[in-house]
Every structure is written in C-alpha cells, then in structure tokens.
Nanobody
Framework: QLVESGGGLVHTGGSLRLSCVAS????????MAWFRQAPGEEREFVAA????????SYADSVKGRFAISRDSMTNMVFLQMNRLKPEDTAVYFC??????????????????WGQGTQVTVSS
C-alpha cells in the first residue's frame, strides 16, 4: 500500500515536498516513481528512482526543478518540487514497479499506486 501526502496550494515559484510511505517489507525491491494527472489529461511520468543504486530519472518538464529521493529505513519516497509553475497543477501519484532495469516511464508498467495528492499552483 502506498499513501501520499504533502500536496496543497502554492503560488508560482513556490515549493512543496511530497511524501509517500509504503507498507510492507519489500520496499527495497521496488523501483519507485511519481506520476501526475491533470483534468482531462493522460497520467504522465514525473520522476523515478531505481531500487538498487538509486539512479534517478526525470521528465524534461521538471528536470532541474524537482528532485526524487527515497529512504529505505522508513520506506518512504519524496518529491521535492521547487520553482513551481501553474502547469505543474495536477494530482500527483506515487507508484511502485517490480520491473527490472531502467525505471519505466509508462504508467502501465507500474504495479502499485497511491490514492494521489492534489498540487495546485496559482499564477
């Protein structure tokens, strides 16, 4: 089970930190990711962090502004979001996959999902 928190309303240029806590003892075996979905849009990849060497990957739209991290001691994944823009407004989802190799960017390849947390950036 994945549970996100940390969403909210922020002005353009502001920051938010999303958190996701994973239950279970196999957290370290999953590649973790954040996706987002705006109304009427497809769910899109934001960032991922691999299960072994913590390699990170980002969507071009957030590169340099967002940072993903994980803590295996607490079974948590974080998304630090800086210099937020109105186009970052969406529901953000935490996801986990057992796929080996590079972190996939297609949401269909993720096995477990959180309920989502709303992020709204006002202009």
């Amino acid at each position: 089970q994945l549970v996100e928190s940390g969403g909210g309303l922020v002005h353009t240029g502001g920051s938010l930190r999303l958190s996701c806590v994973a239950s279970g003892r196999t957290f370290s075996t999953y590649t973790m990711a954040w996706f987002r979905q705006a109304p009427g849009e497809e769910r899109e990849f934001v960032a991922a962090i691999s299960r072994l060497d913590y390699t990170t990957s980002y969507a071009d739209s957030v590169k340099g502004r967002f940072a993903i991290s994980r803590d295996s001691m607490t079974n948590m994944v974080f998304l630090q979001m800086n210099r937020l823009k109105p186009e970052d407004t969406a529901v953000y989802f935490c996801a986990a996959t057992v796929v080996l190799g590079s972190a996939p960017k297609r949401h269909q390849e993720y096995n477990y999902w959180g309920q989502g947390t709303q992020v709204t950036v006002s202009s």
